[in-house]
């Protein structure tokens, strides 16, 4: 049996750590989607106003502020007044009108069928945006969207909450978002807007790639990460403590490990272990030096790009609190061997 990194750290500890159960996000079986003749799409959003999401996995609201990082009413009442269902649908619309005939959007909180009218299938939407706080990293500009999908007779085939998050997370200072007319946390927003289009179109069946990719991520947990998931790390990679390979760039230490030809890199916090060690005996959050962590994954994309190595996804490895322990990087070539020349003992 393969432990994960976190697992295999605890047990030495001889300690017992229960994560809650995951689920998986459910879509529609291509035969369902198959039935399909056309959709109507209820648009409707939370209200004007724009929203804290609290995405520190932490008791209280102190991670909140941290992550914000200042007063925020100021962003979020400028923001407003931000057309949300407006970008939402347009990006929508690209997604889904290759596949579907899409009959009709309805845009106002209030109209639209409550359910599903003569053979149309309704995709019913609710969004609200704002800034989600997380464990020891600057918030970010997200959407939140609440998605049921009708079938023909009324059915509900699909009901589930989206976070933009998923695939795109940029953390930055309430000053930079507050700056210039906010037109950073719009930039950002208009993301995060991809972000949602890709995952409604995935739950009807439809893959779909986003625009600058490398601005998109995945997300996948510390504790199921092995050498062997979600990728095959051949190089320089140990079952307990990850990514083992030390290299400096520059003026920061990080632990690097890889796939045999090189295209898949992890980059961890080379105090990983230390970290988790005083997390599970002291029971205090050590989120790993975030920080440090995204530093060091902005030092290594700018290096990869300087040597006309492109960053193809990039997947986020969250901590059970919500931190952030490291990234894997997808390249479009041999990315492991120009890093491996930069080692240290």
């Known amino acids: 049996m393969k432990l994960s990194f976190r697992k295999s750290v605890l047990l030495i500890l001889f300690m017992v750590v229960i994560i809650g159960c995951a689920t998986t996000q459910k879509s529609l079986e291509p ?3 198959a039935k399909i003749k056309q959709i109507i799409v209820l648009l409707t959003d939370a209200g004007p106003e724009a929203r804290i999401f609290d995405y520190t996995g932490m008791t209280g609201q102190s991670q909140v502020r941290k992550s914000i990082g200042g007063d925020p009413d100021i962003l979020l009442k400028s923001v407003s007044d931000i057309p949300i269902k407006k970008l939402v649908y347009s990006k929508l619309l690209d997604k889904l009108a290759p596949t579907f005939l899409v009959v009709r959007i309805y845009s106002e ?3 639209g069928p409550a359910k599903a009218v003569g053979n149309s299938t309704v995709l019913k939407i609710r969004l609200v945006h704002g800034l989600a706080a997380h464990a ?3 918030a970010s500009a997200a959407i939140e969207a609440k998605v049921e999908v009708l079938d023909s007779t009324g059915e509900c085939l699909i009901r589930t909450w989206l976070q933009s998050d998923k695939l795109f997370r940029k953390g930055r200072r309430l000053v930079e978002f507050n700056d210039d007319n906010a037109q950073l946390y719009k930039a950002d927003l208009g993301k995060a807007v991809d972000s949602i289009a890709i995952q409604i179109a995935s739950l009807m069946g439809i893959e779909s790639q986003a625009s600058g990719n490398a601005e998109l991520e995945g997300q996948c947990s510390t504790i199921d990460v092995t050498c062997s998931y979600p990728y095959r790390l051949t190089q320089d990679c140990s ?8 290299i400096q760039l520059g003026g920061q230490k990080l632990k690097i ?3 045999l030809n090189g295209k898949i890199i992890l980059i961890m916090n080379s105090n990983y272990v230390a970290n988790e060690m005083t997390r599970a005996l002291t029971k205090r959050v050590v989120n790993n030096n975030p920080h440090q962590t995204l530093e060091c994954l902005e030092v290594v994309e700018k290096y990869l790009l300087e040597n006309d190595i492109h960053i193809m996804k990039r997947v986020r490895m969250l901590s059970y609190s919500g931190g952030t322990d490291g990234f894997f990087l997808e390249l479009d070539n041999d990315g492991y061997s120009i ?3 930069h080692t240290i003992p």
């Open 109 to 111: 909180t209030n109209d």
């Open 257 to 259: 490990a890889g796939t």
């Open 239 to 246: 079952g307990f403590s990850g990514a083992k390979r030390q």
């Open 339 to 341: 890093l491996k020349q």
């Open 31 to 33: 035969e369902q989607a």
């Open 136 to 138: 020891g990293e600057p």
